[in-house]
C-alpha cells in the first residue's frame, strides 16, 4: 500500500518531528509513504477568516498535488476535517474542481483513522509505562467524527496508565484566528483545560492535533508544568521503540 503523507503547516514548519514519528510507524507497519512537495495549506485561516478566494486558491494546490494518491494521511483532524467539510463547497463554481475535491475527501485520512478504520490496526506493539490523559480536538473529533479511533489505539498499548480527562470534550481555547482575535476568551479556556489536566495527575498529555496541544502546552510551561505534551504518533512510536527494548524519543 502507498499513501501520500498531508504534513500540515503546523506540523512542517513547527512540529516536524510528529511527521517522523507518523512515516517511521508506517513503514514498520509496512506501508510506503511519498510526500508529494507541491502541497501547501489547506486554505483553512484564509476559510475561517472569511478570504475564500484565498481559500479557494491554497485548496487548488493540494487538489493538485494529491490528484493521483491512493491515500492520503495527515496528522491532523483540523486539516482533515476542512477538505472533508468545506472543499466541495468552495468549489461550488466549478463543477470539475468540485468532483476533484470530493473524490479528495473520499481518501483523505487523519492518521489514527486510517490506522484503525483502513489499516485495522488497533495495536502497534507499544510500551508505555506510564500516566496519560487524552485530549479531544474539537475539529477531529466533532467535524470529522474522529472519536473512539485515537482512545482504541492508546487502550491497546501495553503498561500504559490511561486516566479520563474531566470535560474532555471542553475545548481548549486555540481555535486558529479565535485565539488571536479573542485572547481574553481563549485564555481562559486554555487555564481551564490546565487545570483539569492537573487533576489527572497525568505526567503526559495525548492528542491528535498539533494545535490544540501546542495551545495547552504553552500554557503548562507558563504554569510550570512538567507534563509532557505529544501527539499520538509520537507517544506511538516512541512506546514501540520501548516495546521492542530500546529508546528512541521523539520528544517535542
Known amino acids: 500500500m502507498k499513501i501520500s503523507l498531508f504534513i500540515t503547516c503546523m506540523v512542517d514548519n513547527l512540529y516536524p518531528q510528529v511527521g517522523v514519528a507518523m512515516v517511521k510507524i508506517l513503514d514498520q507497519l509496512g506501508v510506503e509513504v ?18 475564500a478566494a484565498e481559500a479557494r486558491a491554497s485548496a487548488k494546490t493540494l487538489l493538485e498535488a494529491f490528484a493521483d494518491a491512493d491515500y492520503v494521511v495527515s496528522p ?76 482504541t489505539l492508546l487502550r491497546a498499548v501495553k503498561d500504559i496508565e490511561l486516566i479520563d480527562l474531566p470535560y474532555a470534550t471542553d475545548c481548549c481555547g486555540f481555535g486558529g484566528t479565535f485565539a488571536v482575535k479573542m485572547g481574553d476568551i481563549s485564555t481562559a479556556m486554555v487555564t481551564e483545560k490546565v487545570s483539569h489536566v492537573r487533576e489527572t495527575e497525568a505526567t503526559v498529555l495525548v492528542g491528535t492535533d498539533m494545535g490544540c496541544l501546542m495551545n495547552i502546552g504553552g500554557r503548562l510551561s507558563r504554569e510550570h508544568s512538567s507534563v509532557r505534551v505529544m501527539h499520538i504518533a509520537q507517544l506511538l512510536y516512541e512506546g514501540m521503540q520501548l516495546g521492542a527494548g530500546s529508546r528512541e524519543a521523539i520528544t517535542i
Not at 37 to 50: K, L, M, R, V
Open 76 to 151: 491532523s483532524g483540523s486539516c482533515t476535517g476542512m477538505i472533508h467539510h468545506y472543499y466541495e463547497d468552495l468549489f461550488a463554481g466549478d463543477a470539475q474542481l468540485a468532483r476533484e475535491a470530493k473524490a479528495l475527501a473520499a481518501k483523505t485520512y487523519e492518521f489514527s483513522q486510517f490506522l484503525v478504520n483502513v489499516l485495522g490496526v488497533t495495536d502497534v506493539g507499544a510500551r508505555f509505562p506510564y500516566r496519560v490523559t487524552y485530549h479531544p480536538s474539537c475539529h477531529g473529533a466533532r467535524l470529522l467524527g474522529v472519536k473512539d479511533e485515537p482512545l
Open 34 to 51: 511519498v510526500f508529494p512537495e507541491g502541497q501547501t495549506c489547506c486554505g483553512q485561516p484564509a476559510f475561517n477568516s472569511g478570504y
